[in-house]
């Protein structure tokens, strides 16, 4: 089993940024994929951001790339999400996301099986 644990939300004003952590604590085989969701109220799930636990391949919705960072920290265990430029439009609760092995589709939630409680995102104008 997998536990996975955000940390790093908060209010931010328009321009600002933040920076998520997901600490993995359990398994984590190095082909899984981990991924950073996001979904705000009446909203489904949102994909932003995916990459394979070694790094070498990322991926990013549109709306946030060249904005947002996913990253790693093999030493801690953990995946981060460095959001810069943020926008009133990315107030969401944002979960990090892990699979068992790498997702072949890392935009559908349904390719991951752990998931972490969430943090929410604020960005007032």
């Known amino acids: 089993q997998v536990q996975l644990v955000e940390s790093g939300g908060g209010l931010v004003q328009a321009g600002g940024s933040l920076r998520l952590s997901c600490a993995a604590s359990g398994r984590t085989a190095t082909s899984s994929t981990m991924g950073w969701f996001r979904q705000a109220p009446g909203k489904e799930r949102e994909f932003v951001a995916a990459?394979?636990?070694?790094?070498?391949?990322?991926r990013y919705t549109d709306s946030v790339k060249g904005r947002f960072t996913i990253s790693r920290d093999n030493a801690k265990n953990t995946v981060n999400l460095q959001m810069n430029g943020l926008k009133p439009e990315d107030t969401a609760v944002y979960y990090c996301a892990a699979s068992r092995w790498l997702a072949s589709s890392p935009i559908v939630p349904r390719e991951y099986d752990y998931w972490g409680q969430g943090t929410q995102v604020t960005v007032s104008s």
């Open positions: 990459m394979n636990w070694s790094g070498t391949n990322t």
